[in-house]
């Protein structure tokens, strides 16, 4: 089963996000900050995508993005920015260190195609080995 990491502090975006996605058939854990999200990256299995927000208490979301990006077990985990900062906003990371970038407000729609395009695209590479 395709697992799913969202890191989002407004709990109303983090609850809607886990219910549609988990209905569609995916594993969905959520933290709810950059801190807690990075020490899940370190106990549990490694997700096959993380949807990240950029602005959360404790640790910004490019920094979270930033550490994943430096860390050799986690380059091959695609990376959504989920955020209502623009990508030209210094809340931004550098654009190779991300792979996706959905606007808030959100239709449910367009994070499931961006989702399946990523998994989809892993898990190709992966039987390709």
Known sequence: MVKILIMEDEI?????????LTEVGYDVT???NGVNGLKLLQSSPLPDIILL???MPGMSGRAV???LYLDDRLTKVPVVIVSGS?????DFPPEEIYDAY???PFELSEVLEVVERFTDLNRQK???V
Do not use: G, M, Y
């Open 12 to 20: 109303n975006i983090a609850f809607v996000l886990k219910t549609f």
């Open 30 to 32: 959520i933290a709810e």
């Open 126 to 128: 992966e039987n390709a």
């Open 102 to 104: 959905i606007a808030k």
């Open 65 to 67: 993005a930033e550490r």
């Open 53 to 55: 927000d950029l602005n």
């Open 86 to 90: 623009s990508p030209a906003s210094s």
